[in-house]
């Protein structure tokens, strides 16, 4: 198969990856190199076998649900690139 | 000259002769005089100050509590979040973070009294086999600077080979810690998924990730590894499994052990000078007691397609919340969208940028099951048939790598570097603990030996390590001061 630009503009927008139209074409022909290697997977046979997500053989972890400590606020904002008082401050999400 | 080894130096401390602030300032100034390798990105000034300190109160006022890594400086791969320190993972977009927690790895060693140095420089967010990826420049493996040092961890194994510091920590999600050991002629150690915490870990690949040391004797990676090991709540892939106790089976030997050849790995294009490393290596293990036993992977050539879906598959997910909003690097638009979009399309390098987008593919509607689904369908064949070949053997044994460390710039084509990791990313996909030690040089280049185990079995692999280290002297020569000299003084 080969993978289109179209494509390519699409998986870019949908992991919010800013591309230029250069970058578009050279992961456009890169991944295209590799999922054609990696298409060998389609030979294995694996009907007889269920997924693995977990390999270490555990199924849930679970805890209490009990109030525990957390970040104090100030900690936890101490990164924010943009702050208002007590948040993080972001862009207009609708125009 | 001053000694190398954990072991050594604990003695040195515990005789008095000298402190732990000294050995943070000797492994300092020759982290320092590294400069040109750039395996360094930062130091931990006031951490260390604050360690040595605390070192040192142990030493004198308890020093029965006091326990192996007690004032030992160390280095770690600026992948793990140590609280009041810069952590960026190599890259642009998390410039500037200060992580305001420190993770369980880190954390365990800290209580230990062992004494952080200095933040290794690595791939970006882990992903790479040469550390060609750092936002912050590649760095030189001390065997001769125009060469690669392996990667991810590229950093983690150059100062531990270039003797600046007993140990450092790496991850390994596909083989980032072994790769980079066999490169630099260093002992690299990947323990069984779940068996150190990932809490504080900047997370790659989840369900792959491991975190390990990297010293010079398997001896030293015992004793780190020990410190770090077992259950963590705030883990929650981390294992409820009882950790076995490492010292009880390292003097053990491999006189009457089964050690498994799998035919795959000594085939895959090894070159001639690390297939005639490792075949001298698998010899004298026999010639220590070992039994030999070809054993068959056969999914072995599927591993490396099934890995380059799962993994950036788990990155393209992982790496979502590098958004500009909470922490790091930050482009300012009147939009959300365009702010994601710049933020994200600005800080990310390229290999990053093209792991997400291949696993953002491979998780979008419509190729799921075509790839993630098949893939992790794979995985299961590839773990169960380790699991058949621990069913005959207590172990196996093969190379690391199939190359040496290779010159910087040589692999540009993104899936040739891939290719690298064929031999080690198949033990993450199954969970199992992996080493690799120095066997030999191909060309005046280290070559690794990779021993693998059962899952939770990692005394036993650090067992096979060390009884190859017991009869060899490869894990103790330096590397040489100029470029292709000299040889091991075995």
Redesign the interface.
């Known amino acids: 198969m080969t993978l289109e630009r179209d494509q390519v503009a699409h998986v870019a927008m949908l992991a919010r990856l800013g591309l230029s139209d250069q970058d578009l074409e050279r992961y456009r022909e890169q991944l295209d190199a590799i999922l054609a290697h990696v298409d060998r997977l389609q030979q294995v046979d694996t009907s007889r076998v269920g997924e693995t997500a977990q390999i270490g053989g555990l199924v849930n972890a679970w805890r209490e649900d009990e109030r525990r400590e957390c970040l104090p606020v100030e900690a936890a904002l101490a990164n924010a690139p943009r702050r208002r008082r007590d948040h993080f401050e972001v862009g207009a999400i609708q125009e | 000259m001053t000694p190398r080894t954990v072991a050594e130096l604990g003695a040195s401390l515990r005789r008095g002769e000298t402190s732990p602030a000294e050995l943070a300032a000797a492994s300092r100034g020759a982290l320092e005089s590294l400069a040109p390798l750039h395996p360094v990105l930062r130091y931990t000034d006031e951490l260390t100050e604050r360690q040595a300190a605390r070192a040192a109160r142990t030493l004198a006022e308890a020093p029965e509590t006091a326990g192996p890594l007690c004032g030992i400086p160390f280095a770690y791969k600026d992948v793990l979040c140590v609280e009041g320190v810069e952590t960026t993972a190599g890259s642009r977009i998390l410039q ?3 992580p ?2 420190t993770g369980t790895a880190v954390g365990r060693l800290l209580d230990a009294g062992a004494v952080p140095v200095a933040v290794t420089n690595c791939d970006e967010f882990a992903m790479g086999s040469s550390n060609e990826n750092s936002a912050f420049g590649p760095v030189g493996n001390p065997w001769d600077p125009s060469r690669v040092p392996g990667g991810s961890s590229g950093g983690s194994a150059a100062v531990v080979a270039a003797g600046a510091v007993p140990f450092s920590l790496g991850t390994d999600t596909g083989g980032s810690i072994r790769q980079p050991a066999s490169f630099c002629g260093v002992a690299g150690f990947k323990p ?3 068996r150190v915490s990932r809490y504080g870990l900047i997370a790659f690949a989840s ?1 792959l990730d491991q975190i390990g040391p990297f010293a010079r004797s398997v001896d030293d990676v015992a004793r780190v590894f020990t410190a770090m090991a077992g259950h963590d ?1 705030r883990d ?2 981390s ?1 409820p499994t009882e950790v076995e106790p490492v010292d009880e089976q390292l003097e053990r030997g491999v006189a009457g052990l089964r050690l498994g050849v799998p035919h795959e790995y000594m085939t895959e294009g090894l070159e001639p000078g690390v297939r005639t490393a490792v075949e001298s290596a698998l010899a004298l293990l026999e010639k220590l007691g070992a039994t030999l036993e070809e054993v068959s992977l056969p ?1 072995t ?2 591993a ?3 890995y ?2 799962i993994a950036p598959a788990e990155c ?1 997910a992982n790496l ?1 919340r590098m ?8 482009v ?11 933020t ?3 800080g ?1 390098g390229p290999e990053v ?2 792991r ?3 696993g ?2 491979a998780l ?1 509607s419509g190729y799921y099951d ?2 993630y ?9 590839i ?2 048939e380790f699991d058949r070949a621990f069913e005959k053997v207590d172990a196996l044994v093969c190379p690391t790598s199939p190359i040496v460390a290779f010159p910087k710039g040589e692999r540009s ?3 040739s570097m ?1 290719l690298c990791d064929v031999l080690t990313l198949p033990v993450n ?3 199992l603990p992996g080493i690799s030690v120095p066997c030999g040089l191909s060309e005046g280049l280290p070559v690794g030996l990779q021993v693998i185990g059962p ?1 939770f079995q990692d005394a036993r692999v650090l067992r096979v390590a060390h009884a190859y280290q017991g009869a060899t002297a490869w894990h103790e020569a330096p590397p040489p001061p100029a470029p292709g000299a000299g040889s091991p003084t075995s």
Do not use: N
């Not at chain 2, 958004?323 to 930050?330: E, I, L, N, S, T």
């Not at chain 2, 300012?332 to 710049?342: A, G, K, Q, V």
């Not at chain 2, 689904?373 to 064949?381: G, I, M, P, W």
């Open positions: 500037g973070y200060v305001p927690y069984t998924y779940g369900s709540p929650s892939t294992s999914s050539p599927a490396l397609s099934t380059y879906i393209s979502a958004d500009g909003v909470r922490f790091g690097f930050h300012d638009r009147p939009s959300l969208t365009d702010s994601y979009l710049e994200r399309g600005q990310f940028k093209r997400v987008m291949l953002t593919y979008s075509a790839y689904r098949k893939a992790q369908k794979v995985r299961t064949l773990a169960e084509d993104p899936l891939y996909l199954a969970g899952r």
